[in-house]
């Protein structure tokens, strides 16, 4: 058997401060990499391993980073194993990371591993391992000391390929084929009573992989999206609805989280979750009008009609047939004109014989090439009436042609097609059309288009404390000036977008749901501000999971500001009782964030929704102006002015203290600094990436 088997892939992350520093303190790798090679029936290989202090936000990142859904082709972890932090001791937090990362609970392998070392030592009670499923991985703690670890190990090792392979979206009916005892026999197990094998049965509930998503599943509502539904969407539904993550507001504030149950996410991780999430761009048709400028194409423009359409001239002055010499210097008779007018019967011209032309005029037929009147003289003339007035004026009968030069055929002339050829690809797909965008389509005589349907955001602030600024009225202790809204609702209007103000909300969980319901029905995307923190009013994430039936996606990012943004998708039914998904930001309360995290992971979100590649802000290299300080922990997005200097360098200037409350950092600023983490400050001088949020600044006067 076990030579036929795949070979299942191992992470093994080692949690242990000391370990983290010294790594050479570290024995319990080699133990489990030792029980994976005796152990394991040659079905396994260590594919990663890893050494983290005792920090939950470490252990988070390097479990999520492993158990990410991969692309097809691309090889998953089947099975990470951690080792250390399971105790008592005020540092041993493993378990508690863990938790909240896992999507299926496996509380069966933690009873295995329980009552394996019980049998060993009573001290096997002070081990608080937790086993479970993320995605398509499956996770379990082991204790730190590397005998613990290692008959912790032993006791589920045989039993692990099953649950691996079945996490991993392997067909359970195949797996099953041959019965519990046939899956006994496989993993080398004896059975030992009915017990087990009645609790192996019941852990298979029939899943089945689903081809198109490997876990992180956005749209399992939506019946627009062309998925098959008899497959498995469920881990993340099952997160939602039976288990939210979120403080339940009904126990009161002392049974709350003291420390956020959601996963610190990278920036990229939390933007490439929200690119998944966003539904796709609905399309509508538009007559092609000045005011399409700023909207976006969802189709490719072909040129129906060749531009120019007739053989116009470029100049003005006297079309020629060059005879084959090339020499066009003497005197022509001028035999007819040509005017930038509509003219349906211009005689032909022959050799010997000029005709005057004016910039864009037809060229009469037989002419090939435009002589410019600078290049000739008048040379006699004669009477005739003025087609229109009447009026008798003496009109050119023969011109000189000065130039030596040989004349080319075909110069000064512009061919048919030649400015827009004839089926060329004139706008593609996605083009934000602007001013020439419109040029384009009216030269070729577009009348309507199909563009992208333009997204709809609401925008709310949420707090008992929040006052509408436009109330002309003194404070009282504890009130606050809504200044978020009226910040997002001027980011969101200059970006081009159309947002629906939908006021204030108390933080009262059922003004919350109703606000939030009006909200989601009008609006593609809604954006909150606060009550995303830890205290007992912090209402959003309870009220999108527990009142709404939402998903949220993420509920922490690693960044500064705005560690406790919230994304979420929540089922909406519209009004002709169909079901979409609706996208919730809750961004933070304090202004800088919020300003940060809208122009952070908002934009993209709308520009996604607007079909606007690529998304979000631009980024520039930037040399930095004097010294900044870092953040130890948390990557930072530094309020910046980047002005293009003398020498062509563009130079950024911090708009200083950069307090999260203090919405003046964005004042002035025209870029985000992307500042890593890190224990000192960044030189002047050196390198960083910006995002621009403005126009940049110019020193050269
Ligand atoms: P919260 O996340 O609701 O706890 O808010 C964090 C901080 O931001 C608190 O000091 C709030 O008073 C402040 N805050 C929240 N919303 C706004 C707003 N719309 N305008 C100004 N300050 C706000
Ligand atoms: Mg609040």
């Not at 995290?597 to 930095?624: D, E, N, R, S, W």
Request: include cysteine.
């Amino acid at each position: 058997m076990s030579s036929q088997c795949p070979t299942l892939r191992a992470a093994i992350l080692v949690v242990s401060t000391t370990a983290a520093k010294d790594p050479s303190t570290d024995a319990a790798q080699a133990t489990l990499r030792s029980v994976f090679e005796q152990d394991g029936g040659n079905q396994w290989m260590v594919a990663e391993t890893q050494i983290v202090s005792d920090d939950s936000a470490e252990i988070q990142r390097q479990i999520t980073l492993w158990t990410e859904p991969v692309d097809a082709g691309k090889d998953v972890i089947n099975l990470v194993v951690t080792t250390g932090g399971t105790g008592f001791a005020v540092a041993d937090r493993t378990p508690e990371a863990v938790s909240p990362l896992l999507h299926k609970q496996a509380p069966g392998l933690v009873h295995g591993m329980l009552s394996a070392s019980l049998a060993i030592t009573p001290f096997a009670m002070m081990s608080r391992p937790v086993a479970g499923v993320r995605h398509n991985t499956v996770i379990i703690t082991l204790p730190g000391s590397p005998k613990g670890a290692k008959e912790n190990l032993q006791a589920v090792i045989k039993t692990l390929p099953h649950a691996c392979l079945q996490a991993a979206g392997a067909n359970s009916r195949t797996l099953h084929s041959g019965g519990v005892k046939k899956l006994e026999q496989e993993a080398g197990l004896g059975s030992q009573g009915q017990a087990q094998a009645q609790a192996h049965t019941h852990a298979h509930t029939h899943t089945h992989s689903h081809h198109h998503d490997h876990g992180h599943n956005c749209h399992r509502h939506t019946h627009s999206h062309g998925h098959s539904h008899g497959h498995n969407h469920g881990n993340l539904v099952r997160l939602t609805s039976e288990n939210p993550k979120s403080n339940d507001p009904s126990l009161g504030p002392s049974r709350r989280h003291r420390s956020s149950p959601y996963p610190m996410l990278s920036v990229d991780d939390a933007l490439s979750l929200i690119a998944k999430c966003i539904p796709s761009p609905t399309t509508t048709t538009a007559k092609v009008t000045p005011d399409l400028v700023g909207k976006v194409l969802a189709q490719d423009v072909y040129a129906t009609a060749p531009v120019p359409a007739f053989r116009a001239s470029i100049v003005d002055g006297y079309a020629v047939v060059v005879p084959p010499s090339g020499h066009l210097r003497g005197v022509y008779p001028v035999v007819s004109t040509s005017h930038a007018t509509s003219s349906s019967n211009l005689s032909p011209l022959k050799e010997g014989q000029i005709a005057r032309i004016t910039t864009g005029a037809p060229l009469p037929p037989g002419a090939n090439s435009v002589v410019m009147v600078e290049d000739t003289v008048l040379i006699t003339t004669t009477k005739t009436t003025h087609q229109t007035t009447g009026q008798e004026i003496e009109e050119e009968s023969s011109v000189e042609i000065l130039s030596d030069d040989i004349v080319k055929p075909g110069a000064n002339i512009r061919e048919i097609g030649s400015d827009i050829p004839l089926n060329t690809l004139l706008l593609p797909s996605n083009t934000l059309l602007s001013p020439a965008s419109i040029g384009l389509l009216s030269s070729i005589g577009t009348q309507s288009i199909t563009i992208y349907s333009p997204p709809t955001i609401s925008i709310l602030s949420t707090g008992d404390e929040i006052v509408d600024p436009s109330l002309p009225r003194e404070l009282s202790l504890g009130e606050v000036r809504d200044c978020n809204r009226p910040t997002l609702l001027s980011a969101i209007s200059q970006l081009g977008f159309t947002p629906l103000d939908i006021g204030i909300v108390s933080d009262k969980t059922n003004h919350l749901e109703t606000t939030l319901r009006k909200a989601l029905r009008q609006s593609d995307i809604v954006l909150t501000t606060g009550g995303v923190s830890m205290g007992e009013f912090d209402l959003l994430k309870p009220t999108i999971e527990r009142s709404l039936g939402g998903m949220i996606h993420f509920g922490r990012v690693n960044m500064k500001p705005g560690k406790p943004t919230t994304f979420a998708t929540v089922p909406v039914k519209n009004n002709d009782g169909t079901k979409t998904e609706k996208v919730i930001f809750g961004l933070p309360g304090n202004p800088a964030s919020a300003l940060v995290t809208f122009y952070l992971f908002v934009l993209p979100a709308l520009h996604q929704l607007a079909g606007i590649t690529p998304v979000g802000l631009p980024k520039v290299p930037v040399v930095l102006g004097h010294d900044f300080p870092l953040d130890k922990s948390r990557p930072e997005y530094h309020r910046a002015v980047v002005t293009v200097s003398k020498d062509g360098r563009l130079l950024a200037t911090s708009t200083g203290e950069q307090r999260s409350s203090k919405v003046g950092s964005m004042e002035g600023a025209n870029a985000l600094l992307c500042m890593p983490a890190g224990p000192e400050a960044l030189k002047k001088g050196e390198r960083v990436e910006a995002l621009l949020v403005g126009e940049l600044r110019s020193d050269l006067a």
